[in-house]
Nanobody, 123 residues
Framework: QVQLVQSGGGLVQAGGSLTLSCAASGRTLGMAWFRHAPGRQRQFLAF???????SYYADFLKGRFTISRDNSKNTVYLQMNSLEPEDTAFYC????????????????????WGQGNQVTGSS
C-alpha cells in the first residue's frame, strides 16, 4: 500500500510563496493536490500524471500554482505563488494506484491521502 508524507505549509504574508511536498512510499499513478477551508467545499487544485508529462489545474488558480513531480524521489510538489488570505486552507496531496475512470478533479478518484498541511495567508 501507499503512504503519503507531506511537508511544508505555514504562515505567509500576502503576495508571498510557499512550496509543499508530498513523498510517496509506494508506487503511484497520478497525484493531485486539494485544499479544504472552513465553510467551503473541498477544492481541486492540480493533478499530474504518473510520468509528470501531463498536468491539469483548477481554473480559479489563474496560473499561480505549479505542480511538479520528481519520480526519482517519488515526490510531488506544489509551488504556490502570490498567496492571498483567500488561499488559507488545509492542503492535502492525494494519489491513485489505479485509474477507476473518475475525473482527475474528482476526489473519489484517489486511493491515498497525505496528512495535510495548514497554509495561512495573512493580511
Amino acid at each position: 500500500q501507499v503512504q503519503l508524507v507531506q511537508s511544508g505549509g505555514g504562515l505567509v504574508q500576502a503576495g508571498g510563496s510557499l512550496t509543499l511536498s508530498c513523498a510517496a512510499s509506494g508506487r503511484t499513478l497520478g497525484m493531485a493536490w486539494f485544499r479544504h477551508a472552513p465553510g467551503r467545499q473541498r477544492q481541486f487544485l492540480a493533478f499530474t500524471s504518473r510520468s509528470g508529462g501531463n498536468s491539469y489545474y483548477a481554473d480559479f488558480l489563474k496560473g499561480r500554482f505549479t505542480i511538479s513531480r520528481d519520480n526519482s524521489k517519488n515526490t510531488v510538489y506544489l509551488q504556490m505563488n502570490s498567496l492571498e488570505p483567500e488561499d488559507t486552507a488545509f492542503y492535502c496531496c492525494a494519489a491513485e494506484d489505479s485509474n477507476d475512470g473518475a475525473a482527475y478533479y474528482n476526489a473519489l478518484r484517489y486511493n491515498y491521502w497525505g496528512q495535510g498541511n495548514q497554509v495561512t495567508g495573512s493580511s
